[in-house]
């Protein structure tokens, strides 16, 4: 670079773009564009794709949202700073004061804030039913006029699934829109919007980086609303910054890959856990004794890489077994390529009481567990050295 006395400033950035087309994309880190023969008009016409103000669009951002998109199988999608942004402004943006809301009970904590604190705050009617329970959707839905419903593919830690066909037929009936959080699950093992969602949220700071070393969120439908998302994005500023939207694509290059291997082993290790006397039971859609095992294997048979015990021994003995393993690191978060393990009850769900707990359908002795990239015999024996380190402890 050098100085251009003349003008007073370096020299034009285009100097050094490539004639060439780059494999992967640039980061592209500047906030403002230079305008060319395209009026102000045009350019915020354009929206989507029209690049000229960082809070608005940037060309990275845009390149790591298009593989979530066909990987969702929507029309259109857009990038937040965060899983809670996505959500936030998703659904702030589909609702008014004076609105209804029908939502499913378990899900992620602050979505439930949300859901129970703030939107109420602003005139929004909330109520939530069991997300797996069908009955309920039908009544809630039926009672009055309804905005909007909203669950999750998959339920932090029970692993029921909201049988997003099914309930999307009785929210549209009811003239609602459904909006379905796919972090869990990944477009790996379901497209929400394939069975009838109308929008769909993910965290794509878990399974779609995968690498634990961003926070980004994803929002995904179809144009006319993914505009109106955008542009409470740009109002609110929760746009996602360059660099993170880099990592973002490039750990999307491997999604395939990683859930492949990812959800093959959290099958095996199911499969070998359920054996132990010392596991009251093994939580996983795949397994037979899944109480929505059907509805799993029509609506995802490509499984997930969540793993929920209940042990023996109560929450102590999860806990135990906790601090005893080695090739898992006990963290919150989930999706990267280490394996995570957690307890509820001093984690996700540590503010509910016991009893509200197990009503939720966390019993006593939950163990979750995020499946990574190790060897799965390894992760076994590990697993398995800590169940038997704390047999005493029961």
């Not at 103000?53 to 199988?73: C, D, H, K, Q």
């Not at 066909?165 to 609602?176: D, E, K, N, P, Q």
């Not at 969602?197 to 993914?226: C, N, Q, R």
């Not at 899944?290 to 021994?313: I, K, N």
Request: hydrophobic share 45%.
């Amino acid at each position: 670079m050098y100085a251009d006395h003349e003008h007073g400033r370096m020299t034009d950035a285009t100097a050094w773009t490539p004639r060439t087309t780059p494999l992967v994309p640039p980061v592209y880190h500047a906030v403002t564009y230079g305008l060319d023969d395209k009026s102000y008009e045009d350019i915020t016409a354009g929206g989507l794709t029209e690049t000229w103000y960082g809070r608005f669009s940037n060309p990275t951002v845009a390149a790591a949202a298009e593989p979530i998109r066909r990987l969702e199988g929507t029309p259109a999608g857009l990038l937040t700073a965060s899983g809670m942004a996505a959500i936030a402004t998703t659904l702030v943006t589909l609702l008014q004061a004076g609105d209804r809301v029908v939502a499913a009970r378990a899900v992620y904590g602050d979505t439930r804030d949300l859901l129970t604190r703030d939107l109420p705050a602003f005139g929004v009617a909330v109520d939530l039913v069991d997300g797996h329970d069908l009955d309920q959707w039908r009544e809630a839905l039926a009672d009055g006029p309804v905005a909007l419903a909203y669950g999750e593919t998959l339920a932090n830690p029970t692993l029921r699934l909201l049988d997003v066909a099914a309930v999307a037929g009785l929210a549209h009936a009811a003239g609602a829109r459904l909006v379905v959080d796919n972090t869990f699950a990944t477009p790996f093992a379901v497209r929400p919007y394939a069975l009838g969602a109308d929008v769909v949220v993910e965290s794509a700071t878990k399974f779609l980086s995968g690498h634990s070393d961003l926070i980004a969120g994803a929002v995904m439908s179809d144009v006319d609303t993914i505009r109106e998302v955008q542009r409470r994005v740009v109002t609110f500023g929760g746009c996602l910054d360059p660099a993170a939207a880099y990592l973002l694509w490039r750990g999307l290059q491997t999604f395939d890959v990683r859930l492949a291997r990812q959800t093959s082993s959290a099958a095996r290790l199911a499969e070998a856990l359920a054996a132990r006397d010392d596991v009251i039971r093994v939580v996983h859609p795949g397994r037979a004794d899944h109480p929505q095992h059907d509805l799993a294997a029509e609506m995802m048979p490509r499984g997930t890489a969540m793993l929920t015990l209940q042990l023996a021994g109560g929450d102590p003995r999860a806990l135990a077994v906790l601090r005893e393993l080695r090739l898992f690191t006990e963290a919150t978060s989930l999706g990267g390529v280490e394996s995570l393990a957690s307890t509820p009850f001093n984690s996700s769900h540590f503010s509910l009481s016991a009893a509200d707990r197990t009503a939720a359908g966390i019993g006593p002795g939950t163990l979750r567990l995020s499946v990574g990239l190790e060897d799965p015999n390894a992760l076994l024996a590990d697993l398995v050295a800590a169940l038997d380190a704390t047999t005493e402890d029961r």
